[in-house]
């Protein structure tokens, strides 16, 4: 059974950073993507990070460019989310998700769509200005 864990979210002041973790068991751990996602209230899940786990290419949203990083810890099955100069467009619940599904065409085929099969529960980050 797949799970996915996510830790580290919580309250941070605009400009602060975070780190978000998730930790994959359970998992085939290797030439896949895992990525980082957001969702605010009322607004559609959007990607905002991704890694291939099979040689480590990344892709950013372009909102996050140069403030986020994701990078991966093979040996723990954990992949992070490094925040840095945060702002309170920020604010949303991060998820997790492993397993990209490469069925998809057009506008869906990248890693940054919401179509992986495995998903975490989420970890709320609130950025106050």
């Known amino acids: 059974q797949v799970q996915l864990v996510e830790s580290g979210g919580g309250p941070v002041q605009a400009g602060g950073s975070l780190r978000l973790s998730c930790a994959a068991s359970?998992?085939?751990?290797?030439?896949?993507?895992m990525g980082w996602f957001r969702q605010a209230p009322g607004k559609e899940r959007e990607g905002v990070a991704a890694?291939?786990?099979?040689?480590?290419?990344?892709y950013y949203a372009d909102s996050v460019k140069g403030r986020f990083t994701i990078s991966q810890d093979n040996a723990k099955n954990t992949v992070y989310l490094q925040m840095n100069s945060l702002k309170p467009e920020d604010t949303a619940m991060y998820y997790c998700a492993a397993d990209w599904d490469t069925s998809y065409g057009g506008s869906w085929r990248t890693p940054l769509a919401p179509v992986y099969n495995y998903w975490g529960q989420g970890t709320q980050v609130t950025v106050s200005s």
């Open positions: 890694i291939y786990t099979g040689g480590g290419s990344t």
């Open positions: 359970g998992y085939t751990y290797s030439s896949n993507c």
